[in-house]
């Protein structure tokens, strides 16, 4: 996407997906936020436009390439994301329990920076 940015001025757009344990859950077990993140997958799938791509960057992120997107749809989207998933979800696993947030946060690629720059961006405007 950014070599096709950087040929023909195509636009795209990142969606950053954070999962946030509540304060105090720090030690959680790493299955649960697996399992959560599965979850998060099973529901974004289905709402993501042909040609969008979801891919998981660790274990509390993912990230949605929005190709052919200005930053203000990409907002728009991450707003009806969030509202059709949930901001707020609590799974359990024996006595384990895991509350959680989640946070999206949106980047339009510019032209000259890096993905890395764009990651940035997207990170810094998760409302947290």
Known sequence: QRNLAQRG?????VV???????SGQDGV???????ALRRLVRN???????GDVLARLDARQLLVLLPNTAEAEAE???????????VFETLSQGN???SMTRYFGVAEFRLGETIG????????????
Not at 9 to 13: E, I, L, N
Not at 29 to 35: A, G, H, K
């Open 9 to 13: 001025g195509r636009r795209f757009s």
């Open 44 to 50: 974004l799938e289905p709402r993501l436009r042909s």
């Open 76 to 86: 728009r989207l991450a707003v009806a994301l969030a509202e059709q998933v949930g």
């Open 117 to 128: 720059a764009c990651l940035d961006r997207a990170w810094l405007s998760l409302p947290r």
């Open 16 to 22: 950053l997906v954070l999962i946030e344990p509540e």
């Open 96 to 98: 384990e329990r895991l």
């Open 29 to 35: 077990v790493p299955s649960l936020l697996d399992e």
